[in-house]
């Protein structure tokens, strides 16, 4: 294998284009093997391996500076600088982070996992550059994709005007993570038809040189260009024109479910059907709803796969459904514009994506108390990357005026909140999806959601009461029954509400309680626990705060962030005990 050789970018140096062009063949065949192996982003980083290549051929790195948007496309990267045994070697496999990550090699500039970010990192190298007077390339690359994010177009716009070397590199695959959706991408479409000579071209119209590459997957062509603009002395717009899924049948037929797949993708599988689930009933309130009432709609930031947003389910939405593209800042921002002129917008977003939004939920959303819905996916404490943690959503969101946070615990208490949000006219309501598998009870909640804060007694004790909490609502039910063979009866409680206290129902714990334990699949600081901490601080009440801690886990085993934070039921007995 020519990979053989490769331990470091020095070592392309030596080769020819004909012994790249194999090692092309040779790391698009582990990536393959690797990413359905373990799962991961498998169309992005088949269609940058050419680019790859000839980027660490022609540039210097680390010395020329590399910054990757999101890290959908650094799996080339990290094989040729020092890394190919985490893609060689199954052992090996969870060696490295799927994102790029400083602490691994020199060659990457930042941890980097969300989207529109590497233009406005890029800049910021290239600055502290040109202040200590020094000299090197500094290379920004971002899928087409990822310019409809703010921060891409913000930062496109300062960097035309830096006036020293800066190169962005603009992968033209022609997808987001799923199809893409604005005007900018009408301008790259006209750009491409036109071999680059369109005379409306959106980066020469901010000030940009412009260079376009017809063939971004041909080596020969890339290793040519990227000589003609190595150590440019000002802001320059390579339009570089790739396959997305190059070189894998499936992900070129299918760039969208490619995109990111599961362990065995590949592999032959016997059909199955897909249990009912959090998503499916989702999906199907939504084709209902639309179905019935044309001022309904469903909106997303181009991730529609997530949320079970199929191409035929779009379809069958059609214009009630809106992909705003890579642009969570704008969808709140428009779903308050459409609630405020009585449309009925559902926003469905991660919670590692609404994180982005805070100003716009605070200022344009909640400021205005305009009734729009928001449906947050994948809350709670998990063993992902660092750049996708999903534990902060509690605590970011349930701390602004207006907002309305709730954690459904049931499929009929989901549905019912559901309803109840896109129906009512006073609030901004965001709802965080259960993120476990899927329960029934079969009896229909009948709650009136429009009284606030009106916490759920399920099992009426006395001593300890468990305040369980969406996802954790199960584990207080489980700490109970531990509790009943110390011969303690406790209360189980079912909030319901993530933003507000029912304080009448505190009032009357105190009478005959002496200890409160909060659940909450999220962190504690600024959650809801703190809140019910809080509120029992001027009295005897002790209050034990059960969730995750104020950190950046990164692809820590569940089961040791559960020990960690003393989540496991055993250990929450063991520290009521303590208590009493």
């Given at each position: 294998m020519?990979?053989?050789?490769?331990?470091?970018?020095?070592?392309?140096?030596?080769?020819?284009?004909?012994?790249m062009?194999?090692?092309?063949?040779e790391m698009?065949?582990?990536i393959?093997?690797?990413?359905?192996?373990t799962?991961g982003?498998m169309a992005?980083?088949?269609?940058?391996?050419e680019?790859?290549?000839a980027?660490?051929?022609?540039?210097?790195s680390?010395?020329?500076?590399?910054?990757?948007?999101?890290?959908?496309?650094?799996?080339?990267?990290?094989?040729l600088?020092?890394?190919?045994?985490?893609?060689?070697?199954?052992s090996?496999?969870?060696?490295?982070?799927?994102y790029?990550?400083?602490?691994?090699?020199?060659?990457?500039?930042?941890?980097?996992?969300?989207?529109?970010t590497?233009?406005?990192?890029?800049?910021?190298?290239?600055k502290a550059r040109?202040l200590k007077?020094?000299?090197?390339?500094?290379?920004?690359?971002i899928?087409d994709?990822?310019?409809?994010?703010?921060e891409?177009?913000?930062?496109?716009?300062?960097?035309?005007?830096l006036?020293?070397?800066?190169i962005?590199?603009?992968?033209d695959?022609?997808?987001s993570i799923?199809?893409?959706?604005g005007?900018?991408?009408d301008n790259?479409?006209?750009?491409?038809?036109?071999?680059?000579?369109?005379?409306?071209?959106?980066f020469?119209?901010l000030?940009?040189?412009?260079c376009?590459i017809?063939?971004?997957?041909?080596i020969e062509?890339l290793?040519?260009?990227?000589?003609?603009?190595?150590n440019?002395?000002h802001?320059?717009?390579?339009?570089?024109?790739?396959e997305?899924?190059h070189g894998?049948?499936?992900a070129?037929?299918?760039?969208?479910?490619?995109?990111?797949?599961?362990?065995?993708?590949?592999?032959?599988?016997?059909?199955?059907?897909?249990p009912?689930?959090?998503t499916?009933?989702?999906?199907d309130y939504?084709?209902?709803?639309?179905?019935?009432?044309?001022?309904?709609?469903?909106?997303?930031?181009?991730?529609?796969g997530?949320?079970?947003?199929?191409k035929?389910?779009?379809?069958k939405?059609?214009?009630?459904?809106?992909d705003?593209?890579i642009a969570e800042e704008?969808?709140?921002?428009?779903i308050?514009?459409?609630?405020?002129?009585?449309?009925?917008?559902?926003?469905?977003?991660m919670?590692?994506?609404?994180?982005?939004?805070?100003?716009?939920?605070?200022q344009?959303l909640?400021?205005?108390?305009?009734?729009?819905?928001?449906?947050?996916?994948?809350?709670?404490?998990?063993?992902?990357?660092?750049t996708?943690l999903t534990?902060?959503?509690?605590?970011?969101m349930?701390?602004?005026p207006?907002?309305?946070y709730?954690?459904?615990t049931?499929?009929e208490?989901y549905?019912?909140?559901l309803?109840?949000?896109?129906e009512?006219t006073?609030?901004?309501?965001?709802?965080?999806?259960p993120?476990?598998?899927?329960?029934?009870t079969?009896i229909?909640?009948?709650?009136?959601?429009s009284?606030?804060n009106?916490?759920?007694?399920?099992?009426?004790?006395?001593t300890?009461?468990?305040?369980?909490?969406g996802n954790?609502y199960?584990?207080?039910?489980?700490?109970?029954?531990?509790?009943?063979?110390?011969e303690?009866?406790?209360?189980?409680i079912n909030?319901?509400?993530?933003?507000?206290?029912?304080?009448?129902?505190?009032?009357e714990?105190?009478k005959?309680?002496?200890?409160?334990?909060?659940?909450?699949d999220?962190?504690l600081?600024?959650?809801?626990?703190?809140?019910?901490a809080r509120?029992f601080?001027?009295?005897?009440?002790?209050v034990?705060?059960y969730g995750?801690?104020?950190?950046?886990?990164?692809r820590?085993?569940?089961?040791e962030?559960?020990t960690?934070?003393?989540?496991?039921?055993e250990l929450?007995?063991?520290?009521?005990?303590?208590?009493?």
């Amino acid at each position: 294998m020519i990979l053989d050789k490769i331990n470091s970018p020095t070592d392309l140096k030596n080769l020819s284009v004909d012994e790249m062009k194999t090692l092309s063949n040779e790391m698009r065949k582990i990536i393959i093997k690797k990413v359905n192996t373990t799962g991961g982003h498998m169309a992005p980083n088949l269609g940058i391996i050419e680019t790859t290549i000839a980027l660490h051929y022609v540039f210097n790195s680390p010395i020329d500076k590399f910054v990757f948007d999101v890290s959908h496309q650094c799996y080339p990267h990290k094989i040729l600088t020092g890394r190919k045994d985490g893609f060689l070697n199954e052992s090996d496999y969870q060696k490295y982070t799927g994102y790029t990550a400083p602490e691994e090699s020199a060659h990457d500039m930042f941890k980097i996992g969300h989207t529109s970010t590497s233009i406005s990192l890029a800049c910021g190298l290239a600055k502290a550059r040109d202040l200590k007077c020094e000299n090197y390339n500094v290379i920004a690359l971002i899928g087409d994709g990822s310019l409809s994010g703010g921060e891409a177009l913000e930062g496109l716009n300062f960097a035309s005007k830096l006036n020293s070397n800066f190169i962005i590199i603009v992968n033209d695959n022609q997808m987001s993570i799923a199809q893409n959706y604005g005007g900018l991408y009408d301008n790259l479409a006209h750009l491409r038809e036109t071999k680059g000579e369109a005379k409306n071209n959106f980066f020469k119209t901010l000030g940009y040189d412009y260079c376009y590459i017809e063939n971004g997957n041909n080596i020969e062509t890339l290793i040519e260009e990227f000589k003609k603009i190595k150590n440019i002395n000002h802001p320059l717009i390579v339009h570089l024109v790739t396959e997305k899924g190059h070189g894998l049948t499936q992900a070129v037929d299918n760039k969208e479910k490619f995109h990111w797949i599961m362990p065995g993708e590949l592999d032959e599988k016997p059909a199955f059907s897909m249990p009912e689930s959090y998503t499916s009933i989702t999906v199907d309130y939504f084709l209902n709803k639309a179905k019935n009432d044309s001022s309904f709609a469903v909106v997303n930031a181009a991730t529609p796969g997530v949320f079970g947003l199929t191409k035929d389910v779009r379809e069958k939405l059609g214009k009630q459904y809106i992909d705003v593209a890579i642009a969570e800042e704008h969808a709140i921002g428009m779903i308050s514009g459409m609630a405020k002129n009585g449309a009925k917008p559902v926003f469905c977003v991660m919670s590692s994506f609404i994180q982005r939004t805070y100003d716009q939920l605070s200022q344009d959303l909640c400021l205005n108390s305009n009734p729009a819905t928001i449906l947050i996916y994948w809350g709670g404490i998990t063993d992902s990357d660092a750049t996708h943690l999903t534990t902060f959503d509690i605590s970011m969101m349930s701390n602004i005026p207006n907002l309305i946070y709730l954690a459904p615990t049931t499929k009929e208490e989901y549905l019912a909140m559901l309803d109840w949000s896109v129906e009512q006219t006073q609030y901004p309501v965001a709802i965080r999806v259960p993120n476990i598998e899927l329960i029934s009870t079969g009896i229909e909640d009948k709650t009136d959601y429009s009284i606030l804060n009106k916490y759920q007694i399920t099992k009426k004790g006395n001593t300890v009461a468990l305040l369980g909490l969406g996802n954790f609502y199960f584990k207080a039910v489980e700490v109970a029954k531990l509790l009943e063979k110390e011969e303690i009866n406790a209360t189980i409680i079912n909030p319901k509400f993530i933003t507000g206290i029912d304080c009448e129902l505190m009032e009357e714990l105190k009478k005959d309680h002496k200890v409160i334990v909060t659940l909450e699949d999220g962190e504690l600081n600024g959650g809801f626990g703190e809140k019910i901490a809080r509120y029992f601080g001027p009295s005897e009440m002790k209050v034990l705060n059960y969730g995750s801690h104020k950190e950046f886990s990164d692809r820590i085993p569940l089961d040791e962030l559960y020990t960690k934070y003393r989540l496991y039921n055993e250990l929450i007995l063991e520290d009521i005990k303590k208590a009493l």
